[in-house]
């Protein structure tokens, strides 16, 4: 397992966690601080079998590791690219805190247990910021620890460079109340919020990572057993933290359900009378120090939606828009469409004919990845709006400076209707508006079958030259829109202009 490499900025927060793992806590019995220069020639501490023994703590080494080889008997679930080795033995229970902050070259630092060609992996990290690496674990007395310092990233290589390793212990009184699975902070009631600071966190012996984190190093844990089935939504507002989501009774038994890894967010739905255990940790960057876990129900998902035209007719076809989403941030999984005359759909963005005019309720039903659904509804008023211009009345000739009559019949057979009929002047020379008329237009009216709309048109001099006239008129339904456009202009016979 090669360590994930995150390049991200952490010098400032790295040098003022150095300048913390080098102080010794005044608490601590052992405070001799060890620092030694290898030759630039050899490293002594090149091989497993010649590991440094650390006696006392804090401690802190600086040594040139670029003749650093790598060994076949060096475990490769981490890096081994140019390693070197460091060994320690608590003699109380401790948390162990062990870092290579200041060093120059991009390192890996890990730690194991058992004898060389038979280790097993206790941590391992790689850039807890741009180059450093730090690893943090709770310690049994008597056994020895293992520390590898590698060059990211890699096996089977050689190299290194200016390397600092110090280690230090921490006092089990100093550490966070919820640090051990053990002793969870219980959740009563939601919506639930604790900031905690994770550099007062370890990994206990037998803490395993969640799925989706690799390498968590210092963590704390809450519980929750909610008394109705009910989804929730796990946030945390740093990044470089993850969350796993576990159901269970002891470290040796959990069934991890969820994971995420900040900035994200986790929804699931929590079963009732279930406790569900919330183990929170840094595996990167900005995810070791203060950090706020918050617990909360989720909102239901919004299904949201619009269609065009707002006002359509038994002719249109009818475009919908969702705009569906999770505030939950679990995602949708599925949008059913109900338009209300008997008709379903599903998708996003789908369309619908209405064939006759009426108000139809349309639906949208979302339902997220985890379970939760909304439905929101609106009525579409369909109605078809149409008139049609069935007939021009003009004389068949005229003289200049005659003022003749023009009239327009509308017929309307469905709504009652304000329209607004231009009239214009056809000639070789071009069209040009001579009149516009706006009146209502009943259905059917009484006496006769259209609603007549008359114009007055007086000769000119430029008829006379063109020899003949044509009028044309072009009917607009006012507030609506026309569904059938192709009978809504119509142009008269020529008036011959004598």
């Not at 699975?181 to 990572?209: G, W, Y």
């Not at 959990?254 to 595996?283: H, K, W």
């Not at 003289?399 to 002047?425: C, F, H, I, M, W």
């Amino acid at each position: 397992m090669m360590a994930v490499r995150r390049l991200v900025s952490f010098i400032a927060a790295t040098a003022g966690l150095a300048l913390l793992v080098l102080a010794a806590p005044a608490a601590f019995a052992q405070t001799t601080t060890t620092s030694t220069t290898s030759s630039t020639t050899g490293l002594t501490n090149d091989h497993f079998a010649n590991a440094t023994v650390i006696h006392t703590v804090p401690f802190s080494v600086d040594e040139d590791t670029s003749q650093a080889t790598f060994d076949p008997s060096d475990p490769s679930e981490c890096s081994n690219h140019g390693s070197v080795w460091f060994a320690y033995t608590p003699t109380s229970e401790r948390t162990i805190d062990a870092d290579t902050f200041g060093s120059s070259y991009d390192t890996v630092l890990s730690a194991w247990t058992g004898t060389e060609g038979a280790l097993s992996l206790i941590a391992c990290n790689d850039d807890f910021g741009t180059l450093q690496s730090k690893i943090n674990f709770q310690a049994t007395p008597g056994t020895t620890y293992y520390f590898m310092v590698a060059q990211c990233c890699g096996n089977g290589g050689d190299g290194g460079g200016l390397l600092t390793f110090s280690l230090d212990q921490i006092d089990p009184a100093a550490l966070a109340g919820n640090d051990n699975f053990a002793d969870a902070a219980p959740i009563a009631s939601l919506p639930f919020s604790d900031t905690v600071d994770l550099s007062r966190s370890s990994i206990e012996p037998s803490e395993r990572s969640p799925f989706c984190v690799l390498g968590m190093q210092n963590s704390v844990w809450y519980a929750f057993t909610p008394a109705t089935t009910e989804f929730v939504t796990v946030t945390v507002n740093q990044s470089g933290v993850g969350v796993g989501v576990e159901t269970g009774s002891s470290l040796t038994n959990l069934n991890e359900i969820g994971c995420m890894q900040s900035p994200d967010r986790f929804t699931f739905q929590a079963q009732a009378n279930t406790t569900y255990y919330f183990q929170v940790g840094g595996f990167c960057c900005d995810g070791f120090g203060p950090i706020t876990f918050g617990l909360d129900v989720a909102p239901d998902p919004v299904s949201d939606f619009d269609f065009v035209p707002r006002d359509p007719s038994s002719f249109d076809t009818v475009q919908f828009y969702d705009f569906a989403h999770d505030p939950a941030g679990a995602g949708i999984s599925s949008l059913v469409w109900r338009f209300g005359d008997g008709a379903t759909t599903t998708g996003s963005i789908p369309t619908h004919q209405y064939t006759q005019d009426g108000g139809y309720t349309a639906e949208l039903t979302v339902t997220t990845v985890d379970g939760r659904t909304s439905t929101t509804s609106q009525v579409v008023q369909v109605r078809t709006h149409d008139v049609a211009i069935v007939g021009i009345g003009v004389p068949k000739s005229a003289r200049v400076g005659q003022t003749v009559a023009v009239s327009v019949d509308v017929a309307n057979k469905r709504y009652p209707e304000t329209v607004q009929v231009d009239l214009y002047t056809s000639s070789p020379g071009g069209s040009q508006q001579v009149g516009s008329l706006t009146q209502p237009v009943p259905v059917r009216p009484r006496g006769g079958a259209v609603t007549r709309f008359a114009f007055r048109y007086t000769i000119t001099q430029a008829d006379r030259a063109a020899g003949e006239l044509t009028f044309t008129a072009q009917a607009s339904i006012l507030d609506h829109h026309d569904a059938l456009l192709d009978n809504n202009q119509l142009g008269s016979t020529p008036v011959r202009i004598v």
